[in-house]
C-alpha cells in the first residue's frame, strides 16, 4: 500500500493594524474591504494611556493571536506627543516587536500627499483638513465623515496610491531635518501590507467606481 504523500504548505501569514483614533481604524477598514485582505486585520485600540502603553497593548495582541506582523499607527497631535517622546519609544516598539506607522500632525497629512506636496512642515492640523476640503466637500478629520460622505475616501484616493509614496518621500526629505523625523511612514506599512497580503483585488469595486463617476 502506497504510503499518501502529504503537501507541505506554508502557514499563511497574517498582519494586524492597530489605531490610537477610530478615524484610523475605519480608513484602514476601508482599504481591507476595498482591496480584499482577508489575512488583515484592524483593531480600533480607545482604552490606552499613552503611547507606551498603547505600544505595550499592541504587543500583547500580537502574542496572543500569533500575528506574523503588528503595526501601530497614529497621529503626533491626536496622542499629544513630541518626535523626542516617539524616537525615546522606539526601543521599546522593537523590543515588543510593534512596527510604528505615525502621521505628524495626523492621518489627514497622508490623504493630502495623494495630492500635493506641502512645500514645507504643515504642524495645524485644520490648515490640512481645509485643503483636503477642498477637494471633497465635506471633508472633515472626523470619524463621523469616514461612515457617511467619506465612506469611499480609500477608493477615491486609491489611484494616486503611488503619487502618495513619491510625495512623502519628497516631504520627508524636505522636513525631516527640521522637525527631528519624517512626518509620516505610512509608506512602510503600507510596503508590508503588499508583502503580507499580496495586490489589491479590486475588480468588486468597478460598479461602485462607476457610481461615483455617475455622481460626479
Given at each position: ?34 482591496c480584499r485582505y ?71 497629512l497622508w490623504y ?43 477608493l477615491k484616493l ?59
Amino acid at each position: 500500500m502506497m504510503a499518501r504523500k502529504r503537501i507541505s504548505q506554508k502557514p499563511r501569514r497574517t498582519i494586524l493594524v492597530v489605531t490610537a483614533t477610530e478615524a484610523e481604524a475605519l480608513y484602514f477598514s476601508q482599504m481591507r474591504k476595498d482591496c480584499r485582505y482577508a489575512n488583515m486585520t484592524v483593531v480600533w485600540e480607545p482604552d490606552y494611556k499613552d503611547l507606551a502603553n498603547l505600544i505595550t497593548l499592541a504587543g500583547r495582541m500580537r502574542t496572543k493571536e500569533q500575528y506574523s506582523s503588528v503595526w501601530l499607527v497614529f497621529g503626533f497631535a491626536d496622542l499629544d506627543v513630541s518626535v523626542q517622546e516617539v524616537k525615546e519609544l522606539m526601543p521599546h516598539a522593537e523590543k515588543k516587536k510593534v512596527n510604528l506607522a505615525w502621521n505628524n500632525p495626523s492621518l489627514p497629512l497622508w490623504y493630502l500627499l495623494h495630492l500635493q506636496t506641502p512645500k514645507g512642515f504643515v504642524k495645524d492640523p485644520a490648515m490640512i483638513e481645509s485643503a483636503l476640503a477642498g477637494q471633497f466637500p465635506g471633508f472633515s478629520s472626523d470619524a463621523a465623515y469616514l461612515l457617511d460622505e467619506g465612506l469611499d475616501l480609500h477608493l477615491k484616493l486609491y489611484s494616486a496610491k503611488s503619487k502618495a509614496a513619491v510625495n512623502a518621500s519628497s516631504y520627508n526629505a524636505l522636513t525631516a531635518s527640521q522637525v527631528g523625523l519624517a512626518p509620516t511612514n505610512m509608506v512602510a506599512l503600507l510596503n508590508d501590507i503588499t508583502d503580507i497580503c499580496g495586490l489589491a483585488d479590486l475588480t468588486h469595486n468597478q460598479k461602485r467606481l462607476g457610481l461615483n463617476k455617475n455622481k460626479g
